[in-house]
């Protein structure tokens, strides 16, 4: 298992060149912020998300490429698909 500060780095790389903030709180659950470039605030925020789900690469990715989906529906002022909250 990866460590969580890695864990949250490749999840924050995976946004460049948007602002994205990775914490993981003490119950071992993940939460994702993105922030929109332009104006500073959070476009999407996904919390719940447990640690021990993202115990491979594909898992990963498949988190960043999950919340890529929900960001764009965001901006095309659709609902977001997965357990996010727009912010």
Known sequence: MISTLE????????????????????????MVQIFDRERG????????IPVSSLNSSRAIANLIATLKEDLKLHAAGRRPTARQERA
Do not use: Y
């Open 7 to 30: 864990l949250c780095h490749i999840v924050e790389s995976g946004f460049l060149p948007a602002k994205c903030k990775c914490t993981i709180d003490s119950n071992d659950q993940i």
């Open 41 to 48: 605030h959070a476009d999407l925020l996904a919390g719940g």
